[in-house]
């Protein structure tokens, strides 16, 4: 069985900052692309930010210089750190990865999700 599991949501003010972490784990014998998305209520969830293995980044435009995504393969985790936070970013935000499964030898790759994490900005 293969988990994500987030961490670090939570209340802030309107230009405060939070540091969201997923960490993978599970049989894995490797991990692939990973990203972050979020959900409004009322509305359908959506990208946030991409980065695949090697480190390679791609940001919704409406975070684009407030955001950012990195990973630590060898931690197994993706962060977003966010700063300049606004109202409109508020909202459950989950990570995304393509994990291999397999111990010593690759099984195929698969999409999983973490169970969402909180983030509520105030004004």
Do not use: H
């Not at 961490?7 to 692939?32: K, W």
């Not at 409406?62 to 995504?69: A, D, E, P, Y």
């Amino acid at each position: 069985q293969v988990q994500l599991v987030e961490s670090g949501g939570g209340l802030v003010q309107a230009g405060g900052s939070l540091r969201l972490s997923c960490a993978a784990s599970g049989t894995i014998f490797s991990i692939n692309g990973m990203g972050w998305y979020r959900q409004a209520p009322g509305q359908q969830r959506e990208v946030v930010a991409t980065i695949t293995r090697g480190g390679s980044t791609n940001y919704a435009d409406s975070v684009k210089g407030r955001f950012t995504i990195s990973r630590d393969n060898a931690k197994k985790t993706v962060y977003l750190q966010m700063n300049s936070l606004k109202v409109e970013d508020t909202a459950v935000y989950y990570c995304d990865a393509r994990i291999v499964y397999g111990s010593t030898r690759p099984q195929g790759e698969s999409e999983y999700w973490g169970q969402g994490t909180q983030v509520t900005v105030s004004s």
